[in-house]
Protein backbone atom coordinates (compact mmCIF):
# COMPACT_ATOMS: atom_id res chain seq x y z
CA UNK A 1 0.00 0.00 0.00
CA UNK A 2 1.27 3.22 -0.45
CA UNK A 3 0.12 6.53 0.96
CA UNK A 4 -0.24 9.92 -0.84
CA UNK A 5 -0.33 13.30 1.30
CA UNK A 6 -1.04 16.70 -0.45
CA UNK A 7 -0.08 20.22 1.00
CA UNK A 8 -0.08 23.33 -0.11
CA UNK A 9 -3.48 24.36 -1.16
CA UNK A 10 -5.28 27.61 -0.35
CA UNK A 11 -6.09 30.81 -1.38
CA UNK A 12 -4.24 33.12 -4.29
CA UNK A 13 -4.92 35.85 -5.86
CA UNK A 14 -5.02 35.61 -9.99
CA UNK A 15 -1.41 36.00 -11.42
CA UNK A 16 -0.26 34.71 -7.92
CA UNK A 17 1.45 31.43 -7.40
CA UNK A 18 0.75 28.26 -5.82
CA UNK A 19 3.29 25.55 -5.13
CA UNK A 20 1.31 21.94 -4.18
CA UNK A 21 3.50 18.79 -2.81
CA UNK A 22 2.57 15.24 -2.72
CA UNK A 23 4.23 12.99 0.18
CA UNK A 24 4.40 8.98 -0.39
CA UNK A 25 4.72 6.52 2.46
CA UNK A 26 3.92 3.18 2.68
CA UNK A 27 5.47 0.49 0.23
CA UNK A 28 7.81 2.94 -2.08
CA UNK A 29 8.91 1.16 -5.13
CA UNK A 30 11.67 3.15 -7.45
CA UNK A 31 9.45 2.25 -10.64
CA UNK A 32 6.76 4.57 -10.50
CA UNK A 33 4.67 7.38 -12.43
CA UNK A 34 3.33 10.26 -10.67
CA UNK A 35 0.68 12.47 -11.57
CA UNK A 36 -1.14 15.74 -10.43
CA UNK A 37 -4.74 15.83 -11.61
CA UNK A 38 -7.25 18.23 -10.79
CA UNK A 39 -11.01 18.46 -10.85
CA UNK A 40 -12.75 22.12 -10.68
CA UNK A 41 -16.82 22.49 -9.87
CA UNK A 42 -19.06 20.53 -12.01
CA UNK A 43 -16.01 19.21 -14.07
CA UNK A 44 -14.38 16.19 -14.84
CA UNK A 45 -10.76 15.26 -13.12
CA UNK A 46 -8.43 16.07 -15.79
CA UNK A 47 -4.72 15.26 -15.76
CA UNK A 48 -2.28 18.17 -15.32
CA UNK A 49 1.04 16.69 -15.36
CA UNK A 50 2.93 13.53 -14.89
CA UNK A 51 6.81 12.39 -14.06
CA UNK A 52 8.27 9.43 -13.84
CA UNK A 53 11.08 8.03 -11.66
CA UNK A 54 13.16 8.56 -14.69
CA UNK A 55 12.48 11.90 -14.73
CA UNK A 56 10.36 11.94 -18.17
CA UNK A 57 7.56 14.98 -17.91
CA UNK A 58 4.18 15.47 -19.62
CA UNK A 59 2.11 18.34 -19.75
CA UNK A 60 -1.91 19.10 -20.51
CA UNK A 61 -1.82 21.38 -23.26
CA UNK A 62 -3.78 23.58 -21.29
CA UNK A 63 -1.25 24.11 -18.61
CA UNK A 64 1.80 24.70 -20.68
CA UNK A 65 4.14 27.05 -19.45
CA UNK A 66 2.71 27.82 -16.53
CA UNK A 67 2.52 24.22 -14.67
CA UNK A 68 6.32 22.54 -13.60
CA UNK A 69 6.36 19.70 -12.17
CA UNK A 70 9.26 18.14 -10.10
CA UNK A 71 10.09 15.39 -7.93
CA UNK A 72 12.52 15.05 -4.47
CA UNK A 73 13.15 11.08 -4.61
CA UNK A 74 15.06 11.36 -1.71
CA UNK A 75 12.06 12.50 0.17
CA UNK A 76 9.13 11.05 -1.95
CA UNK A 77 7.81 13.70 -2.95
CA UNK A 78 6.57 15.25 -5.91
CA UNK A 79 5.64 18.75 -6.75
CA UNK A 80 3.64 21.06 -8.58
CA UNK A 81 4.47 24.19 -9.07
CA UNK A 82 1.84 26.67 -10.75
CA UNK A 83 2.46 30.63 -11.84
CA UNK A 84 0.08 33.00 -13.09
CA UNK A 85 -2.98 31.76 -11.47
CA UNK A 86 -6.10 32.03 -13.68
CA UNK A 87 -9.44 31.82 -12.35
CA UNK A 88 -10.06 28.55 -14.39
CA UNK A 89 -7.25 27.13 -12.58
CA UNK A 90 -9.36 27.12 -9.48
CA UNK A 91 -10.04 23.48 -8.44
CA UNK A 92 -9.38 20.53 -6.18
CA UNK A 93 -5.73 19.04 -7.29
CA UNK A 94 -5.01 15.44 -6.54
CA UNK A 95 -1.87 13.20 -6.77
CA UNK A 96 -2.14 9.69 -8.25
CA UNK A 97 0.84 7.28 -8.08
CA UNK A 98 1.09 4.36 -10.38
CA UNK A 99 3.24 1.37 -9.80
CA UNK A 100 2.01 -1.44 -12.24
CA UNK A 101 -1.17 -2.31 -12.15
CA UNK A 102 -2.25 -0.68 -8.89
CA UNK A 103 -2.96 3.44 -8.50
CA UNK A 104 -3.05 4.92 -5.93
CA UNK A 105 -4.67 7.99 -4.69
CA UNK A 106 -4.31 10.77 -2.70
CA UNK A 107 -7.30 12.95 -0.68
CA UNK A 108 -7.13 16.15 -2.70
CA UNK A 109 -6.18 19.25 -2.02
CA UNK A 110 -8.52 22.79 -2.82
CA UNK A 111 -6.41 25.18 -4.74
CA UNK A 112 -8.77 28.67 -5.28
CA UNK A 113 -8.25 31.44 -7.41
CA UNK A 114 -9.96 35.17 -6.02
CA UNK A 115 -9.14 38.62 -5.54
Known amino acids: QVQLVESGGGLVPPGGSLRLSCAAS????????MGWYRQAPGKQRELVATITNTGYINYADSVKGRFTISKDDAKNTVYLQIDNLKPEDAAVYYC?????????WGQGIRGTVSS
Open 96 to 104: KRTVGAYDY
Open 26 to 33: GSIFSIYV
